[in-house]
């Protein structure tokens, strides 16, 4: 239903974008409505329980499809696998209502101008707009193009992000309306109806205690979103209008457009706004998790009207100042005042935006979640067969009706054990703990069992990989002739006086707050070098020429003699990912002007006269970056100043430059990195890199930390985007190792992949390309992007946006990522990973679900070790329940057959004392010490646990039919007592005539027999059993013999099982509803069991978990994986062109055009959202 509509009854919401939906328009119909209104009565709830489950069938119920024009009502649907239904009403909005807030008359220019996009959603003449409210965003319907659009300024509502803390009775309510807990309030009536209380009172409790720990967790994230965006909605700023000047305005009254004056230090930025006079230094630490300041410059003036993102090159964002992030300082040009104009309000800003996807986060796809629910749907038909099967027995019989409808019920709780959904949380629980104590913190519990899939890791490098901390090498000089010698710091020799220690001493993003120096590392190092210091002009002195509040960097008293007083710091265009440089201008005291730059070598050297770049620029390069050095070039030029330095355009100054030689910096590798990274591998985890540093230091750094060994092939990849005289193009080359003279002491190179791979081809060469050339294969060379990914280990140079697509890609061929990072241009990929891990301690850890206290990357192969552990404990918890409410089920039905059934007291004893403690405690186990080359199972339906499942229901179904009959078939059973039980037996029965015909005994129709006491105490041991048998220790959980308190708990409940069966007191058997028996039957009941365990251990540990006999079987049966990487992957292996080396293709070659339909509509968009 609801699939089949018309052009206009349905349309693309957020179209290309992350949470992009379908809406379709219907109609509400009032005799559907009736209709529904009397079912919901008749069904006393039923159908609106229905409803709220599946909003897709209120919708249709209720109303009829119609165009998007005429609907009262829309349905969305996320266009993802998911498919999740939600439906919204359509609502009008007056506008006239909103007059005293926004002064909007009939003839106001908006509402006039047929120019202006509002006024194609104004319906004329009583003003009013008709809207949807979707996930806190406001969508207005536009007449012209006839679709839903988010249109801003009037409509866009107040500039607030309100989140409010949701009321405990609202989460009571949501938490309690899951369909489960519905079942489990179904399953306690009946047993108060059955007199079952002790059971239901356990049940009861259990379910309180669990619906208070989800409505605490719950009410706790509220209250901490709430306080986390509170601040954001009191602020108080100036805002500038043309006729009342500059006046003081609460931020929540701001609307696109207005011009915002920033004043002062430590202003919380209550909206997106776009800088356009002055400069600001920003901690976006918030949005981020980066700590380090960043520098906001205005947008530059331009005569054109291109749209303001294409005008400032790559990186529109160093002159966007985000929602949520704190102005640590605002310095105005000449004007002394700081502009910007607001951009978005409320949660359409980049802090509404990280709130939303809090609020409304992505659905996790994990097969485990979709085969638990198809795993209980088996049990409901097994249900099904019982209820048939009883009410046959019971109705024939000619019990009374009301006895047939509570039997039959019966074999629904029995069947479908309501305390499996706790059993489960209990292991996610344990889980959690044991992460906090390695300092690994969780905000998504859930995400635990998905870590036990990962078998891709992307780690970015600096910070991760590396150290955060950079040492100063040296530095590389270079005049006309060429570079001169190495200049080491580690001598302590000053560096001459030159352009190139001005550099050193200028050209960086340095701040002055409260006489402390902050910054970028890399920049403090390199400033501290110099041995100068920095002070604000005015406050002391004045340099003439120069803005009052220009940052001056001056050589300290202990300095050695140079020929200028200081250096005046007049203008930046800030280092930028995107464009990877940065340039200020700069003037001497009393001298002259100066533009310094300095960013990537190859970047910086491209901006340079080609006569002043050294011969051997490349060569050298190399000689640094293969030893795994960080290397920056610098530059500088004379400046003919003749107007103000803010109206100097950037491509004007950077321009014509002077190359004046490399930094170097010595980025070392972290001592848990190579470690890590080898059990990893090892573990046959794949290991990525994705950096936005150089290609070769990262080639450097992937074969430093053992990401690539040394006898393994680096094949770079080049792409270039089309030109006038050619297609795009691919080039492979492969990377020559050249053996300089080694750098202090090489670490020596382990080999691991070759005693772990596969076959000979697979994982012997790696790729290795930039962000640009991953760009270009996305958009020309789509086909070729899946075979590149199979083996691409080093991604260099990428910016934010396409570190997320390549996780989403990798996605795409079916691998499980889990991303590791600790920076600001981490936070997209960790919310796009499977498993985000952030090492930051900032309040950017909400976009990830895991954040470790550890700075390194011990944490990955920890919480892949806990994710193992905690998936194997479900797939436990899932078959020990399975075969727990099989084992009651066999049971009982064999009782119905004579009309019988298990007490009171016995369901009990089954119920609390076995399963309940050990669903507690057969979770404790914790992970395995050693990763293995496999993962678990990441299916409940798959063969090896199906087939444990199926063998295990059958074992006990043989020993059951097999006690149940052979107690009838035993000389003592017709005597009715046995001579020496004679005492006992009678005291227990005294209503007993002969256990073939007796009166019923109890509310629930219960009698003693000797079959309901064998298949008591065959059931009961069963259950102890099969825990033992399925409690799993290695290869991913700790041996079962460590978890104490389990094997306790085993021992208690077979001691006491063993006691009741061996004991012969009349009143526990009086109690427990048992009769005594002859002492060679409970032997034979002893040697049942006994048989039972032995042939359970055996299949269990020679078929189930063998898993040579499972990759035989495979193997006969020609199984391979369907999987996307593994289908590529055998491809690629039969492939003998593939990988091609020293090769060039073009775009427009047939082979490598986009022969496969493969396109990630996100990788386009994803850049341009703000």
Not at 404 to 426: C, E, G, H, Q, S
Not at 492 to 517: E, N
Not at 650 to 658: A, M, N
Not at 1081 to 1095: A, D
Request: hydrophobic share 40%; aromatic share 10%.
């Amino acid at each position: 239903m609801g699939d089949h509509f018309e052009k206009g009854q349905q349309a693309l919401l957020n179209e290309g974008e992350e949470n992009e939906m379908e809406i379709f328009g219907y109609r509400t119909q009032s005799c559907r409505k009736t209709l529904c209104l009397a079912g919901s009565i008749f069904s006393f709830g039923i159908l609106p329980l229905v409803f709220y489950w599946r909003p897709a069938w209120h919708v249709w119920a209720n109303c009829i499809p119609c165009s998007l024009q005429e609907a009262d009502v829309v349905l969305l649907r996320t266009t993802d696998e998911f498919q999740t239904y939600a439906w919204k009403k359509v609502v009008w909005i007056c506008l006239s209502a909103l007059n005293s807030a926004f002064r909007l008359i009939p003839d106001h220019p908006l509402i006039t101008d047929e120019e202006y996009i509002i006024n194609r959603a104004i319906r004329k003449p009583d003003l009013k707009v008709r809207c949807i409210k979707v996930q806190k965003i406001r969508y207005v319907w536009n007449n012209l193009e006839g679709q839903f659009q988010k249109i801003g300024r009037l409509i866009c509502g107040p500039n607030t992000i309100d989140v409010e803390i949701t009321p405990i009775w609202k989460l009571l309510i949501k938490e309690v309306l899951n369909p489960f807990y519905i079942f489990q309030l179904f399953s306690v009536c009946l047993w108060f109806s059955e007199d079952y209380k002790e059971y239901a009172f356990a049940i009861v409790i259990m379910s309180i205690i669990s619906i208070a720990l989800t409505v605490y967790d719950l009410r706790e994230q509220s209250v901490k979103l709430h306080h986390l965006v509170e601040s954001h909605n009191s602020i108080t700023v100036s805002v500038c209008e043309k006729k009342a000047g500059v006046q003081e305005l609460e931020s929540r009254f701001l609307v696109p457009g207005d011009l915002l004056i920033l004043t002062g230090n430590k202003v919380q930025m209550p909206c997106d706004a776009i800088l356009i006079d002055g400069s600001c230094v920003v901690d976006e630490g918030m949005l981020t998790g980066e700590s380090i300041p960043v520098t906001k410059t205005p947008l530059p003036k331009m005569d054109s009207s291109v749209p303001w993102k294409t005008q400032s090159e790559a990186d529109y964002k160093r002159h966007v100042l985000f929602c949520g992030t704190e102005v640590i300082q605002a310095r105005g040009a000449c004007s002394g005042t700081v502009k910007a104009v607001v951009l978005q309000t409320g949660f359409n800003t980049a802090k509404g935006d990280l709130v939303r996807s809090i609020l409304y986060p992505k659905p996790m796809n994990f097969k485990l979640y979709r085969d638990a629910i198809r795993f209980l749907l088996c049990l409901v038909g097994t249900a099904t067969i019982g209820m048939i099967y009883t009410l046959c027995v019971y109705v024939l019989s000619g019990e009374p009706p009301e006895e047939v409808v509570k039997k039959a019920l019966d074999v629904i709780t029995i069947a479908v054990p309501p305390a499996l959904p706790a059993a489960l949380t209990t292991g996610i629980i344990y889980a959690q703990r044991r992460l906090k104590k390695r300092g690994i913190f969780c905000i998504s519990p859930q995400r635990i069992n998905v870590c036990g899939q990962l078998n891709l890791v992307c780690f970015d490098k600096t910070g991760t990989l590396t150290r955060d901390g950079l040492d100063l090498w040296g530095v590389v000089p270079c005049d006309r002739s060429g570079f001169q010698e190495v200049h080491s710091f580690a001598s302590g020799k000053a560096l001459p006086w030159g352009p190139l220690y001005a550099a050193m001493a200028s050209c960086h993003s340095l701040i002055l707050l409260d006489g402390t120096i902050h910054g970028d590392p890399l920049d403090l190092k390199m400033f501290e070098a110099t041995t100068w210091e920095m002070v604000v002009s005015g406050h002391d002195f004045h340099i003439k020429g120069a803005p009052a509040c220009a940052m001056v960097v001056k050589p300290c008293k202990t300095a050695s003699q140079v020929p200028v007083e200081g250096i005046a710091i007049l203008h930046q265009f800030p280092f930028s990912s995107a464009l990877q440089r940065m340039t200020v201008i700069v003037q001497e005291m009393g001298g002259d002007w100066l533009a310094f730059m300095k960013g990537a070598p190859e970047r910086v050297a491209s901006f340079c006269q080609p006569e002043t770049v050294p011969t051997s620029f490349v060569s050298e390069l190399q000689i640094y970056t293969t030893q795994g050095f960080r290397v920056i070039g610098l530059a500088y030029k004379k400046l003919e100043m003749d107007h103000h330095t803010t109206a100097l355009m950037r491509d004007q100054v950077e321009s014509d430059l002077i190359f004046l030689g490399l930094l170097i910096l010595e980025n070392r590798l972290k001592e848990e990195t190579k470690p890590a990274l080898e059990e990893l591998i090892s573990a046959r985890i794949r290991t990525v890199m994705i950096t936005g540093d150089n290609l070769q230091t990262a080639i450097t750094v992937a074969r430093k930390s053992g990401m690539v060994s040394e006898s393994q092939k680096v094949i770079l990849i080049e792409a270039n985007e089309t030109t006038e005289s050619s297609s795009a193009s691919i080039s492979w080359q492969l990377v020559e190792e050249k053996k300089h003279i080694a750098y202090r002491n090489q670490d020596n190179y382990i080999n691991i992949r070759e005693e772990v791979s596969d076959n000979s081809r697979e994982g012997s060469y790696h790729f290795a390309l930039s962000g640009k050339s991953f760009q270009v294969i996305s958009q020309h060379f789509s086909s070729l992007l899946p075979k590149i990914l199979i083996n691409g280990t080093i991604f260099a140079r990428m910016s934010p946006g396409q570190k997320s697509s390549l996780v989403e890609e990798f996605q795409k061929l079916d691998y499980f990522v889990g991303m590791c990072g600790d920076g600001a241009n981490d936070c997209g990929a960790l919310k796009m990973a499977h498993v985000g891990i952030s090492l930051s301690e900032q309040e950017a850890s909400v976009a990830s679900p895991f954040t470790s206290k550890t700075p390194n990357i011990e944490c990955v192969p920890h919480l892949i070790k806990e994710g193992r552990a905690a998936l194997v404990t479900s797939f436990c918890m899932f078959k020990y329940m399975a075969l727990y409410s099989m084992i009651q089920y066999v049971g009982v039905l064999l009782l119905y057959w004579e009309t019988n059934s298990l007490s009171n007291y016995q369901f009990l004893f089954q119920d609390l004392a076995i399963t309940t403690l050990i669903g507690v405690t057969m979770n404790l186990n914790g992970a395995y010490p050693k990763l293995v080359p496999f993962r678990p199972a990441g299916r409940l339906i798959s063969p090896p646990l199906l087939l444990s499942v199926i063998l295990n229901i059958l074992l006990s179904l043989a020993m059951h039919i097999v006690g149940f009959i052979l107690v009838q078939r035993q000389p003592w059973y017709s005597m009715g007592m046995h001579s020496t039980c004679t005492v006992q037996n009678e005291t227990i029965s005294k209503l007993t005539i002969s256990p073939t015909a007796p009166d019923k005994i109890g509310s629930n129709g219960v009698f003693t027999s000797f079959e309901n006491t064998t298949v008591w105490f065959l059931g009961t041991i069963n259950c102890i059993i099969v825990a033992l048998v399925f409690s799993k220790g290695k290869p991913f959980r700790q041996p079962t013999y460590t978890n104490y308190i389990f094997v306790l708990v085993l021992v208690i409940q077979l001691s006491v099982c063993l006691f009741i069966l061996f004991a012969d007191i009349p009143e526990l058997y009086r109690r427990l509803d048992l009769l005594c028996t002859p002492v060679l039957w409970r032997v034979y009941i002893v040697i049942m069991l006994g048989s039972n365990f032995i042939v359970s251990l055996a299949v269990e540990e020679a078929i189930i978990e063998n898993r040579a006999l499972w990759m035989i079987i495979k193997r006969c049966f020609g199984y391979q994986s369907k999987s996307q990487y593994r289908i590529w992957q055998r491809a690629l292996a039969n492939d003998p062109s593939w990988p091609p080396i020293n090769q060039t293709s073009y775009s427009d070659m047939p082979a490598c055009g986009r022969g496969v339909s493969y396109s990630n509509p996100v990788f386009e968009s994803n850049e341009e959202q703000l």
